[in-house]
């Protein structure tokens, strides 16, 4: 039996943990969707439940994930956004009881962890897929289209940053502590979005090169990394992640046969939602002019409109994947292929 066959909308939901990720990338989406319903919000912290109970005054909230696993049979998915260490653990028992799941990424702290979740959904028959959100940013969105049309001609080169600048260590106790057996460091907190990026725009890695580093005292894992791909397609990616840059790149950087094009900035989706803003406000995901990226050749460019960014649409997707059989917002495959690569980086450099 599909997941198509067994759930009915609304698609009972819970979501575990209500820090950044519950809060900001997961529930208000839930909650906007007509064919979700946020039932649960599993969460320990006393001022995070009581900030969940203010804005989801209907959502029952519970202490831990075995008072979920024992409601099961009244919820159909349960999206895990808790640290990444937790990821594997929680997947599997939410699978055992019946669910469909959401993992955040990064997926798993190694492939073979992530390969038996991905066995065990199949024999199960249950939906698995990882939020990959990054693929619905607006500049990503442009630049993907920029691409298909030809605009930059052949891609010889990319540049991606996620740079910014915190040299003290992370208030989030586990951020500051976790190592990479528990999915810690900068490589898998962003590198998973940076890599699957690059491998949705220009296919399967041939080389690889890295360089990791741990600027901030203390440290347990990386903070500042450089990696370059070598694609089969011939195209050269070039992927910073930086906590500790006094200075930012550019977000994409990306030169083709025919053309360039530069975009700087962050898509504004994370900081909106962050700020109160909820997917269904007028003008959500929409980029202001001045930030625009620059298309053409030095001396020759034009701004390009950005794309708006539609984290939403991830949540379309699933729906459409658990209600109408289409297959999964993000096949858990493609996720496995980012965890593989960085694990050939964590061995080439340690």
Known sequence: ?????????????????????????????????????????????????????????????MHTVDELIAASDDLDLVVIGSPPGTHVELAHAALDAGLAVVIDKPFAPTSIAGQGLIEKAKRLGLLLTVFQNRRWDGDFLTLKALIAEGALGEVRHFESRFEFWRPTPSAKAWKASAGIREGGGILFDLGAHLIDQALQLFGPVDGIYAELATRVPGGNADDDTFVSLHHGSGVRSHLWMNGTAAQVGPRFHVLGSESGYTKWGLDGQEATLAAGALPTDAGFGIEHESAWGMLGLDGAQHAVPTEPGDYAAFYRGLADALLRGAPAPVDPEDSLRVVGIIERIFRQTR
């Open 1 to 61: 039996m599909s997941a198509a066959d067994s759930i009915i909308r609304p698609i009972r939901s819970a979501v575990i943990g209500y820090g950044l990720s519950g809060r900001v990338f997961h529930s208000p989406f839930l909650a906007a969707n007509p064919e979700f319903s946020l039932d649960v919000i599993v969460t320990s912290d006393p001022m995070r439940r009581q900030q969940a109970a203010e804005t989801y005054p209907g959502v029952r909230l």
